[in-house]
């Protein structure tokens, strides 16, 4: 392979790499901003970019030599661009499982609050029944 091919597809790496990490930064400052309604529409991007990168990256893990021609300050800014992905990857992940836990803890506190809400309507009206509170007999014996 030539130096020129290699040096080629290094450069679209890079670039490629860039624009995700981009991309995935951007999500992650909004979802810390606490609004993860923005990501909602650069989710296609994101994913056509992600999947672009998947592919080229498995094909440099099979065939190295596609970009080992290229110069070694160029492989040197690939391997920068990729650290800096990981990173920026990670962060996502933390600003997005810290969206995810607080939005599963408003959706229970408004299911626990609509099933007693259910339950206190239940006991009035044409036909209401009056449920039995959930209570249970203690016994204490001196000799336990």
């Not at 800014?77 to 990981?86: D, G, K, P, V, Y």
Request: proline share 3%.
């Amino acid at each position: 392979m030539s130096n020129d091919l290699a040096k080629q597809n290094v450069e679209r790496l890079i670039a490629l790499t860039e624009q995700l990490t981009e991309q995935i930064a951007r999500d992650a400052d909004a979802f810390e901003a606490r609004r993860p309604h923005e990501p909602a529409s650069r989710i296609q991007e994101t994913a056509r970019l992600a999947n672009i990168y998947r592919h080229e990256s498995a094909r440099v893990r099979e065939t190295p030599a596609l970009i080992a021609g290229a110069p070694r300050e160029l492989r040197g800014r690939l391997i920068r661009a990729s650290q800096e992905f990981e990173q920026t990857l990670s962060r996502h992940g933390r600003a997005l499982y810290a969206v995810k836990t607080v939005t599963e803890g408003v959706v229970r506190a408004i299911a626990e609050e609509v099933a007693l809400a259910r339950a206190a309507n239940a006991n009035y009206g044409p036909g209401a029944r009056c449920q039995a509170a959930n209570a249970t007999a203690i016994t204490l014996n001196r000799r336990a």
